[in-house]
T-cell receptor, first 114, second 117 residues
Framework: DSGVTQTPKHLITATGQRVTLRCSPR?????VYWYQQSLDQGLQFLIQ???????AKGNILERFSAQQFPDLHSELNLSSLELGDSALYFC?????????????FGPGTRLTVL | DQQVKQNSPSLSVQEGRISILNCDYT??????FLWYKKYPAEGPTFLIS?????DKNEDGRFTVFLNKSAKHLSLHIVPSQPGDSAVYFC????????????????FGQGTILTVHP
């Protein structure tokens, strides 16, 4: 158990809909990262937040947005969903925003768009 | 543009033997490298890392080797155990990246390791 929790575990929805994925970091960790793992793909970095502020950004679609709240939990919002958005979404956390900080991953949310 | 590549989708090894997982990268700015292990229905777990100022880092049964000139790293597991059966991801980072790339990890596609008893 990494100490990072993600809800829900599974999510099935239809094209055009909007969903919110939630992540609670390990106690004391200030950074939260979001990754997408599509079929046969490695993990693709989406975005990082550090202590409530956006810190780093990957190839995150404009239809996707995230935020980190004062209690440090984070939410990833996916809107106008397409079939291709079906994937595993992982959240990770680390103590600070340092590049060498170990990132601890949650178990993931499996999103299926029908 | 796959900046980190794991060209072997799978590897099968006998228990007790050495497992060697390989990873190549194209971005010469990468200077920090990591290996993660992932079991089904779980998130990736950090295994071992290496900075570009080193060519080897060892932690118990796990050793990572870095060949900067070849832009290649490998993970050696000795001896391999059935519990090592998992997907192994190689990842890389540019420690000097600024702006929106700071802290970003770029992952390979993973190699499925199966260790047979």
């Amino acid at each position: 158990d990494s100490g990072v929790t993600q809800t829900p575990k599974h999510l099935i929805t239809a094209t055009g809909q909007r969903v919110t994925l939630r992540c609670s970091p390990r106690s004391g960790d200030l950074s939260v990262y979001w990754y997408q793992q599509s079929l046969d793909q490695g993990l693709q970095f989406l975005i990082q937040y550090y202590n409530g502020e956006e810190r780093a950004k990957g190839n995150i679609l404009e239809r996707f947005s995230a935020q980190q709240f004062p209690d440090l939990h984070s939410e990833l919002n996916l809107s106008s969903l397409e079939l291709g958005d079906s994937a595993l979404y992982f959240c990770a956390s680390s103590a600070t925003s340092g590049s060498t900080d170990t990132q601890y991953f949650g178990p993931g949310t499996r999103l299926t768009v029908l | 543009d796959q900046q980190v590549k794991q060209n072997s989708p799978s590897l099968s090894v006998q228990e007790g033997r050495i497992s060697i997982l390989n990873c190549d990268y194209t971005n010469s700015m990468f200077d920090y490298f990591l290996w993660y292990k992932k079991y089904p229905a779980e998130g990736p777990t950090f295994l071992i890392s290496i900075s570009s100022i080193k060519d080897k880092n060892e932690d118990g049964r796990f050793t990572v080797f870095l060949n900067k000139s070849a832009k290649h790293l490998s993970l050696h597991i000795v001896p391999s155990q059935p519990g090592d059966s998992a997907v192994y991801f190689c990842a890389a980072s540019d420690l000097n990246a600024g702006g929106t790339s700071y802290g970003k990890l770029t992952f390979g596609q993973g190699t499925i390791l199966t260790v047979h008893p």
